[in-house]
């Protein structure tokens, strides 16, 4: 059962093998300590064939959350990367507005309550004022469907300068007034584009609904093990117990699908991820329960 009282710690679901079974992935992350999965439902044809689900598909997931106590309350959903909304290739808008519509209806029916934005304008073509715009005008839309179902929006904190830091969120926060709007920063993706991080957080901190920790080294966005890239930690955790942020933390890593993992050999690695995390959590003065 998912325990209120304590400050939630989920582990990204592309840190499990890819060959682990729905059940498996919450078995795992239940082992290895954690509270919560985020779903990834990214631009490969597999994950997005996920926004098709069918009720009894969708059931069965919801079966293993109450067999396992593992709940999925967020959702990262980067389809849009590769079909932005900023694109101005109209059928390629068009099916942006497909996935963020199919989205939202997978989270209201799976109980996620935070869908995390891929925020590009584009990716695999040109960005300029075009495209700029025509995000902007999709986030509106998008944001609008997702309040009809009473499910968060939340801009992340991204690899790329167009919102690599919480100011550049803060543009489209203002943009778009509502409470079904928020962001969703990145410990280590804001560390590579921001000299003052705990500054960033103090901004953003009144629309932050979930925070990546994740480690980076400067143009290494992916796969860098905590521990071996320059994120600081201790004192960003600190400078949110200052803040007095007690929102959903997501251990954000990828497992190495080039070999096969036992699930003993899968939730050791997890788990020496959060014992990092928490270590670094304690010394900011943040009281981890045992």
Known sequence: MYDIKKRPLGIYEKALPNDFTWLEKM????????????ISVDESDE???RLDWSDEQIEEIRSYMKETGIIIPSMCLSGHRRFPFGSKNKEIRDKAFEIMEKGIILAQKLGVRVIQLATYDVYYEESDEETKAL????MKKSVEMASH????LAMEIMDTPFVGTILRAMHYIKEIRSPYFKIYPDMGNLTQFS???????ELGISETVAIHVKE?????????????????FTDIFKKLKDLNYTG????????????KQTMEEAVETIRQARLFVEDKMEQ????VPA
Request: proline share 3%.
């Open 149 to 152: 179902a009473g499910v968060i």
């Open 248 to 259: 959903m933390f997501l251990i954000e890593m990828w497992a190495d699908n080039t070999k």
């Open 195 to 201: 000299a003052d991080v705990e500054s960033e957080f």
């Open 216 to 232: 980076t080294n400067p143009g290494v966005f992916k796969c860098v093990p905590f521990g071996e890239g320059t994120v600081r």
């Open 47 to 49: 994950r997005l064939a």
């Open 135 to 138: 995000f902007l005008e999709g």
């Open 27 to 38: 078995q795992a992350a239940k082992q290895a300590g954690f509270d919560y999965i985020e």
């Open 284 to 287: 900011a003065g943040i009281k």
